[in-house]
């Protein structure tokens, strides 16, 4: 694979690599230094149109084609983007701004997990019976036909890569489109499709703004259902268009998650795991844990430690091997959280820790950095305690008592993941039982096996991805009963 990346990113359509047809390219930034280095093809529905051409005359062959080819394929497509790792990551972090080796041990590496567990899912994916007393049912899996994967930017190519694998590993055809905001490595998977031998059109990756060439995608009537991970509001959005048009969908979109801490718990797991789940990828991962609940009998003792502890976490330029946050992932983001954070202040909240702007100095010094920030004295009312904020700002309530726990942690409107530290197991099961959301995690975090369900309740989604769900997701089922 050619390693190096063109200031003008192109479209991968019917196996080539094109411009938009309208000629019209959007700057992109690297967000560790504040500067324009490239710009991506700002593609609308004439492109969706030709990308759709190319997957219906790619689709037949594609979807009879064994499950031992498609296999092949797809472990190819993994394997290549192993080696290409160094190239993946660094393109990832100066697109998303986040540590060069979080990229390479998190983003770069599950993406080429995601192909290798979505290539052997396919050999493995069967379908029911049912016997009847004078007869039988039984119930094929078949492709949609064409799909549509749209991704956000917090881990580009790891949740373009979550969807796309389990589309292809069921026998669609794909149009895709990256976050605008990072798109290099989504250009790059191109590249190492072509190399791993996936036939022309089966793949089809389309730059472009949301409100463009995203809702191009959703508005297609060739395009039967739609992967979509992101906003709650964009996805409201989508389910706007798609709902008439009877459209397939699976929305993975914002998050609030609850952080219970309960006095017994394994101390230096949990404050440990606890910095991770705040600020990982500055905050900006769906899953981390932005409400930290504490016992009140441990709530002094955890505010020092943790102030404490995040007051070292070291940051500036995401290619520093020893740099803990990089920079948020554009300018209008950075507004947002730093607005936030105003508003938290202006709410009663105390802000422990953090709270500003950072400046590295050199090369990141018009960098789009935010301190790690830790604030008290708001209640779970508050637009702050309501609203996602998606950056590295967590704040932090007390109970006294578990149902005052659940309680706080359920009074969202949001419902995608939790996280609770007690080593009481009745405790700790009882809280998981009743917490309003789809993922909880117990003295972990972000522990992932891709065979599970992944997904939310309330406004954090609908459908779930992972393992048998995505191939379920993928495919239409077709009863078919015999008389005896
Ligand atoms: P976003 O909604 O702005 O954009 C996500 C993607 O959708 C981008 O590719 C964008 O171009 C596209 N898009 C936007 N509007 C569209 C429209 N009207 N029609 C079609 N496509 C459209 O989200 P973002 O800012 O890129 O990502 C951050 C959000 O993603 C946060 O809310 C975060 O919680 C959420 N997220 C959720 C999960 C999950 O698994 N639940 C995972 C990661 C991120």
Not at 18 to 37: C, R
Not at 69 to 94: C, K, P, V, W
Not at 264 to 293: A, H, P, V, Y
Not at 325 to 333: L, P, R
Request: charged content about 20%.
């Amino acid at each position: 694979m050619q390693s190096e990346i063109p200031y003008h990113l192109e479209n991968y359509i019917g196996g080539n690599f094109i411009g938009p047809l309208s000629g019209n390219f959007i700057d992109n930034v690297n967000p560790a230094t504040g500067k324009v280095y490239g710009q991506i093809p700002d593609s609308d529905r004439k492109d969706i149109e030709v990308a759709v051409i190319a997957a219906n005359r790619a689709f037949e062959n594609w979807r009879s084609m064994g499950a031992e080819q498609r296999f092949i394929i797809l472990n190819r497509i993994a394997s290549l983007i192993d080696e290409h790792a160094n190239l993946f990551a660094h393109a990832e972090t100066n697109d998303n701004g986040k540590p060069l080796w979080l990229s390479k041990k998190v983003d770069i590496y599950r993406a080429a997990a995601n192909f290798r567990f979505f290539a052997t899912a396919c050999m493995q994916f069967a379908s029911e019976s049912h016997a009847m007393p004078n007869g039988i049912n039984y119930t094929l899996r078949q492709p949609i036909g064409i799909v549509g994967c749209i991704s956000p930017w917090n881990l580009p190519l790891y949740l373009f890569t979550w969807k796309i694998a389990p589309a292809l590993a069921a026998g669609n055809c794909v149009i895709a489109k990256p976050s605008e905001v990072t798109p290099i490595t989504a250009f790059l998977l191109g590249k190492i499709c072509k190399e791993a031998g996936l036939p022309d059109g089966v793949l089809n990756i389309v730059h472009g703004t949301g409100s463009v060439c995203g809702e191009a995608i959703v508005k297609h009537p060739s395009i039967k259902a739609i992967s979509f991970t992101g906003s709650t509001r964009a996805g409201e959005r989508i389910a706007s268009i798609a709902a008439p048009l009877f459209k397939k969908l699976s929305l993975e979109l914002g998050g609030k998650n609850p952080n219970l801490i309960f006095a017994d718990c394994d101390w230096e797991k949990m404050i440990k795991t606890t910095i991770q789940s705040s600020f990982s990828n500055q905050g900006q991962i769906c899953l981390c844990g932005s409400r930290i609940i504490i016992e009140e009998s441990i709530y002094e003792k955890f505010k020092i430690e943790f102030i404490d502890r995040v007051s070292r976490l070291r940051i500036g330029d995401p290619l520093e091997p020893e740099t803990k946050q990089g920079a948020i992932v554009s300018k209008a983001h950075y507004n947002k959280i730093i607005n936030c954070i105003e508003t938290a202040k202006q709410e009663g909240g105390r802000v422990l820790f953090g709270g500003k702007a950072f400046h590295p100095e050199g090369r990141c010094k018009e960098g789009f950095f935010i301190e790690p920030t830790i604030i008290e004295g708001i209640g779970p009312e508050s637009k702050t305690n309501l609203e996602e904020i998606f950056g590295p700002v967590v704040t932090l309530q007390t109970f006294k008592t578990k149902e005052e726990a659940i309680n706080l942690a359920n009074a969202s409107s949001y419902g995608l993941s939790a996280t609770i530290w007690t080593n009481h197991i009745s405790i700790a099961h009882e809280v998981a039982n009743q917490l309003e959301c789809g993922i909880v995690w117990i003295n972990c975090w972000l522990k992932r096996d891709l065979r599970t369900a992944f997904g939310g309740i309330k406004n954090s989604g609908v459908g779930r991805e992972g393992g048998w769900e995505a191939m379920r997701f993928f495919t239409e089922p077709k009863n078919i009963c015999i008389r005896y």
